[in-house]
């Protein structure tokens, strides 16, 4: 609890998803507050185990070299009867208020500036995620990408920047964080703001769209090596769309994207008068709003 308080790559996160589900419970961190976590009792923990995790609420996944039928077996034997049925009630989530545009400081004891400039987009169930998807490759995810390429490769002035997709169902997090020092902050945010206007003005190139693509495909086809990512793969597609979406599916669906569709995208995503912009500096630097 006290770690991620002293770490601002990651408490950065926690505090943006905290403004943008805010009156959400996806607004709470996972790890929990210090007050409740001080005030839980065993009781407690094994209520809600009761009242929250029965096996009509459960998906088991299993990848690996695993006996179908002997899953089932074991299964029936220790889930079923150890669990049983969920007592509570289903909870009724309500549906995220996306905030406005706005900006936020928060002062810390530290040498660096680190800053997200992110809002609410597309979940899961939209076919723009994809779209989404791409835009945040071409603009900041590896060492090709536009970002890392203007900030920290031609301007040595981002000592970490990428772009990040986080999806849910119904709704995602897309955003730009990166981390420097407080002179060149305000020069970062205008590189980065002026290349979410070239993606707005013009269609990037079939190369580079191409190239896109392919980085995200590679990635997803690497990650199925691991048997814990098939797993969470088939898991998180029974939750999603109730059924497991082939990789072919998934592939074809990235290659229909288009040149149009990410011009499109990019102007619905990327306009700069609607983002929110959290810093977290030093309490003794002296930095400009980013508003």
């Known amino acids: 609890l006290y770690d991620i308080e002293d770490n601002p790559e990651e408490l950065i996160f926690d505090k943006f998803e905290e403004i943008v589900f805010a009156g959400n419970s996806l607004s709470l961190p996972i790890i929990g507050i210090e007050k409740n976590i001080k005030n839980f009792s065993q009781l407690d923990l094994c209520n809600y185990v009761n009242e929250k995790y029965g096996f009509n609420r459960l998906i088991i996944a299993a990848s690996g070299a695993v006996e179908h039928e002997k899953l089932l077996k074991l299964a029936d034997k220790y889930v079923l009867k150890n669990l049983g049925n969920a007592q509570g009630k289903r909870k009724h989530y309500n549906s995220v208020i996306t905030p406005g545009a706005r900006s936020e400081v928060i ?14 987009t597309f979940g899961y169930k939209s076919e723009k995620r994809n779209s989404v998807a791409l835009l945040s490759q071409v603009l ?50 205008q590189l980065t703001l002026k290349e979410f206007k070239k993606l707005r003005d013009t ?21 199925l090596e691991g048997t814990s990512n098939r797993m969470i793969r088939m898991a998180q597609s029974e939750l999603y769309y109730n059924r497991i979406k082939s990789t072919d599916e998934v592939i074809k669906s ?22 929110i912009k959290l810093i977290i500096k030093s309490k003794n630097a002296l930095i400009k709003s980013a508003a």
């Open 107 to 120: 002062d810390k004891e530290i040498q660096q500036v680190h800053v997200i400039v992110g809002k609410p």
């Open 140 to 189: 900041g995810e590896g060492s090709s990408s536009r970002l890392f390429q203007i900030l920290r490769e031609r301007n040595g002035i981002a000592y970490q920047i990428n772009t990040f997709l986080n999806s849910f169902y119904d709704i995602s997090t897309f955003g730009v964080y990166f981390s420097t020092n407080e002179k060149m902050m305000d020069k970062a945010l």
């Open 203 to 223: 269609k990037i190139s079939e190369r580079e769209l191409k190239k896109a693509k392919e980085a995200i495909k590679g990635s997803m086809l690497l990650s």
């Open 254 to 275: 990235l290659d229909a994207v288009t040149r149009e569709d990410l011009l499109e995208t990019a102007n619905e995503l990327l306009d700069e008068n609607s983002f």
